[in-house]
């Protein structure tokens, strides 16, 4: 984790936000969207595979998972690597303030997670403005209601 332009590491953690995505080129867009919107919020963003070196990926996954004050899963391409980490981020007692779902539309949801909240997006502008919107709101409401 690059968190040495921070004072304090607590910092970094709490401005942290983990996105749980499959890594594809038609997903690309998707996450500069969600990093450019999360920057303007004065967020970090951080994904796995942009950590260098050689550790354990699972690791490097349930560390980022365990700091993250934020996290942002989505589902779209129904991978298992997707579902698995949103389960352990569960299992941890992550809760509907901390973890904001989205989906592009079309993706179908598999039985354990057709039941929460996602946030389905059609275009990339769309996905901006869900960030803007749905999820700044989210960062505001579980702030003030640590």
Do not use: W
Request: proline share 2%.
């Amino acid at each position: 984790m690059d968190y040495e332009e921070y004072d304090d590491i607590a910092d970094y953690k709490r401005n942290l936000v983990f996105v749980i995505m499959p890594f594809t080129d038609e997903l690309d867009d998707s996450y500069i969207a969600i990093k450019d919107e999360c920057s303007k919020l004065g967020l970090i963003t951080k994904r796995v595979d942009e950590n260098v070196g050689s550790g354990l990926i699972i690791n490097e996954i349930t560390d980022f998972i365990i700091k993250a004050e934020f996290i942002i899963c989505d589902l779209t391409k129904e991978r298992p690597n997707v579902y698995y980490e949103l389960g352990f981020a569960h299992g941890i007692g992550n809760e509907s303030l901390d973890v904001f779902l989205i989906a592009k539309d079309g993706t179908t949801l598999h039985f354990d997670v057709g039941a929460y909240r996602v946030r389905y997006y059609k275009s990339t502008e769309h996905l901006r403005s869900l960030i803007r919107d749905k999820f700044a709101t989210m960062v505001k409401v579980r702030r003030e209601n640590p």
